[in-house]
Nanobody
Framework: QVHLVESGGGLVQAGGSLRLSCAAP????????MGWFPQAPGKEREIVAA????????YYADSVKGRFTISRDNAKNTVYLQMNSLKPEDTAVYYC?????????????????WGQGTLVTVSA
């Protein structure tokens, strides 16, 4: 069983950049599709980016297209979210999640494994 540990969150000014990491020590990381799900205060968790187990397929929500890039390094058991041109509305706790089915990750429901989240705060 894979467990997930996010890092890289912090405070950044609008227009700035952050790179989030989600490490999966041990387990069979390369079998899982991965996604990033921010949850802003008072709002539901929603997907912003997903990547298939091989990295050959990616998905982005319209709100982040052209600004965020998801990638993975299966040799390091890590998935990344590069966030550029950050906006105050990107402020949220960002959760990393995994499932063996890419379509389930993109749908955003009933994923197998969730991390504990990392807080991203974008100041105006």
């Amino acid at each position: 069983q894979v467990h997930l540990v996010e890092s890289g969150g912090g405070l950044v000014q609008a227009g700035g950049s952050l790179r989030l990491s989600c490490a999966a020590p041990g387990g069979t990381f390369s079998l899982y599709a991965m996604g990033w799900f921010p949850q802003a205060p008072g709002k539901e968790r929603e997907i912003v980016a997903a990547i298939s187990w091989s990295g050959g397929h990616t998905y982005y929500a319209d709100s982040v297209k052209g600004r965020f890039t998801i990638s993975r390094d299966n040799a390091k058991n890590t998935v990344y979210l590069q966030m550029n041109s950050l906006k105050p509305e990107d402020t949220a706790v960002y959760y990393c999640a995994a499932d063996k089915e890419y379509t389930i990750v993109v749908a955003g429901y009933h994923l197998e494994i969730w991390g504990q989240g990392t807080l991203v705060t974008v100041s105006a």
